[in-house]
């Protein structure tokens, strides 16, 4: 993906151009780490960094012309010339070629790990660069994004899945990875935006209509293509027909796609009328005749309440079979989509109310946009990017951290970070306890290392990781 934003000088805070100022004068090493400390969720899917390492890291990316480009903005953002780390930068593009000397580990993308566990750690290996660990923070601490998607969509799955185990019969539980169809793209910022949690959501899901996040999972993680999707009306076309003719717009979506799945939005006018009498009487033949399944979609009005009115009428049209569970399921030739509304809350409320009804969860799918790409932020699980530690040049270790007396959910670790895994659980602790009480080893991986790619995660070994 293309972008304008290619100078990674320019991507950080602007407070932070300043701060090689700011350290103690006897520094060499800076060490930092990426946590979640806790918020909403009580597990995190890691996903994301690679995408950031790739696109903004690897390689040669300080340049002459960057170096210029950087000191004409800061000397106009700060009305000064003397704020920029000029000598630095050039420092880097001299001895490095460029590459930026850091280290960056993590834990292997798709890996489930508890909050207040170190996620990621980055230190730099020049002394003279100690002040580009945490310059670099801005840039790596957007992770926060697509593991909160990766996080939600994976609760949401679920959702899903106990909601089938109870109420759908055994053999249409791998139905459950296109359950949750992902109509996030109008609902985000930006395309970089849709692209990075479309790829998230689809590490749970193979249900999409975001192409961006295709992209993001092709030229970021191998995947060729890494979901899917159906033809599906839009109210465009459907009320281009106008009222009147709405029934001929309902048959040229069955003359137009005579097999397969297809998805037609039906709440234009009347959702209920158009169930009752339009798919239901009108054309009833032709739906029951066609080789393949008629999704039916309302996209308005309470869901809990409209999927289940829209379920008995379509039972009594078409007909329904009771289950192995004792639940309600819909002749094979038609189904509902539920796109309207849906975010982790209201994904179960329509659930839970189709089951008091005895409708299994067979029956229905669920796109969802803002609510699954837009309507979080960093708070949802309380997202940091914290300095441990500081080593001289003396090689003296220094523990850092921050201890607020208003707030202690935000005291931050002390001293270099590993990750440690006992049994089936993940636990934090400092290198000091290394080779002691059984942590021998550290399950953070250098996937960065003076700017060259040391990891490269498929999408499938990360689907993979991260499956329920």
Request: hydrophobic share 35%; with cysteine; aromatic share 12%.
């Amino acid at each position: 993906m293309s972008s304008d934003f290619d100078n990674i000088i320019l991507l950080t805070d602007g407070y932070k151009v300043t701060h090689h100022r700011q350290y103690p004068s006897d520094t060499k090493i800076i060490s930092s780490y990426f946590e979640s400390r806790g918020g909403k969720f009580d597990e995190i899917t890691f996903f994301g960094p690679q995408y950031y390492i790739k696109k903004y890291l690897v390689g040669r990316q300080v340049t002459a012309d960057k170096i210029k480009e950087a000191k004409s903005y800061f000397t106009e953002y700060f009305g000064s010339d003397h704020f920029f780390n000029e000598e630095g930068w050039d420092y880097i593009r001299r001895e490095y070629d460029g590459y930026l000397p850091v280290r960056i580990s993590a834990v292997p993308e798709g890996t489930v790990v508890p909050p207040l566990n170190v996620l990621m750690t980055i230190e730099n290996t020049d002394p003279k660069c100690f002040w580009l660990t945490n310059y670099l923070e801005t840039l790596l601490v957007q992770s926060w994004y697509p593991c909160t998607v990766a996080t939600q969509s994976r609760f949401m799955k679920k959702i899903l899945k106990r909601f089938m185990e109870k109420t759908a019969d055994p053999g249409t539980m791998s139905s459950v990875d296109f359950k949750l169809h992902d109509f996030g793209f109008r609902g985000v910022t930006c395309p970089e935006q849709a692209g990075i949690g479309g790829a998230a959501h689809l590490l749970n899901f193979k249900g999409t209509d975001t192409i961006p996040a295709l992209i993001v999972a092709r030229k970021y993680y191998h995947e060729h293509v890494a979901g899917f999707s159906i033809p599906a009306a839009e109210h465009s076309t459907i009320c281009s027909w106008r009222k009147a003719r709405e029934t001929d717009a309902y048959r040229n979506m069955l003359i137009q796609f005579p097999t397969g799945l297809v998805a037609v939005v039906s709440d234009s006018y009347d959702i209920f009328n158009a169930c009752e009498n339009i798919w239901g009487e009108v054309l009833r033949n032709e739906v029951l005749a066609r080789d393949g399944v008629l999704i039916i979609r309302p996209d308005s009005g309470d869901p809990p309440q409209t999927v289940v009115k829209v379920l008995e009428i379509l039972g009594r049209k078409f007909g329904f079979r009771i289950n192995s569970k004792g639940y309600r399921v819909l002749d094979n030739h038609v189904r509902v989509i539920q796109g309207d509304g849906i975010d982790i809350v209201m994904l179960e409320k329509v659930l839970d109310n189709m089951e008091k009804h005895k409708w299994s969860a067979e029956n229905i799918a669920f796109g969802s946009g803002g609510g699954l790409l837009q309507k979080l932020n960093r708070d949802t699980n309380e997202y940091a990017f914290k300095c441990c530690s500081r080593t001289t040049i003396e090689n003296e270790e220094i523990e850092v951290y921050k201890d607020p007396i208003t707030d202690k959910g935000k005291i931050s670790k002390r001293g270099k970070q590993m990750l440690v895994k006992r049994g089936n659980t993940y636990e934090t602790v400092p290198y000091s306890r290394m080779g002691g009480a059984g942590y021998t080893r550290n399950e953070l991986v250098t996937s960065l290392l003076n700017g060259n790619l040391l990891e490269d995660y498929s999408f499938a070994s990360i689907r993979e990781r991260c499956a329920i």
